[in-house]
């Protein structure tokens, strides 16, 4: 029987975590993910771990079907996060080099959550990871960069690699332009005329089923 809720710690771990998901959206990415898991065995896939708050609930539902989630990322922030923009956190910047690192933070939450033997953090730019790796995947989660450009090379480097039936979920989908940047919603639009369907919509979160082939 798939899993609806996270596991109580592993939930007071998110809500305490750095990062920007609300709870409604976390939960439905769980129960997405344990979907996933559970039917397909394979490892969870998730494109922009910022600081680990999202991976701690597709860690434990990764967990409990015996399974790993991947996580995709360079650890040097997105485009609003950067100095001068207004989701910048000055905590998260290396002294040495000046730049953005949210890797010591993303390790902390992993760890502190007791979930580290179920996580892969994958570090580097989503299009090269993508283009060397060759399994299959029950869930991609799309949660990177914001620009056509990143979305768009996140969406054609990794759906490719999605298992026949599996789960496609884009985080930051705002139909109303007034609401929040379009590149996710414009990607989703291309997932649906690609032949994705959509199962569930929980605020800026859509997840969509890959039609098997």
Do not use: K, N
Not at 5 to 31: H, Q
């Amino acid at each position: 029987m798939t899993t609806t809720l996270p596991a109580p710690d592993v939930l007071d771990a998110f809500r305490a975590a750095t990062g920007f998901m609300p709870e409604d959206e976390g939960l439905a990415l769980f129960a997405a993910a344990a979907q996933a898991a559970t039917a397909t065995g394979l490892p969870l896939l998730e494109i922009g771990s910022y600081c680990g708050r999202s991976t701690l609930l597709l860690a434990d539902a990764a967990r409990q079907a015996g399974t790993v989630v991947l996580t995709v990322d360079h650890h040097r922030g997105s485009e609003e996060q950067q100095p001068g923009w207004e989701y910048h956190d000055a905590s998260l910047v290396d002294p040495e080099v000046g730049l953005m690192d949210t890797l010591p933070r993303f390790r902390r939450t992993v760890h502190a959550a007791g979930l580290e033997p179920h996580v892969i953090a994958l570090v580097g730019r989503s299009p090269q990871v993508a283009a060397v790796w060759g399994g299959s995947l029950g869930l991609v989660f799309v949660d990177g960069g914001h620009t056509d450009e990143h979305a768009t090379a996140d969406y054609e480097g990794w759906v490719p690699h999605l298992a026949p039936d599996g789960l496609l979920v884009i985080h930051d989908v705002f139909p109303d332009p007034a609401d929040g940047g379009q590149a996710p919603y414009r990607v989703y639009l291309r997932a649906l005329a690609e032949g994705f369907e959509e199962i569930s919509v929980t605020g800026s979160l859509r997840v969509l089923r890959r039609r098997g082939r």
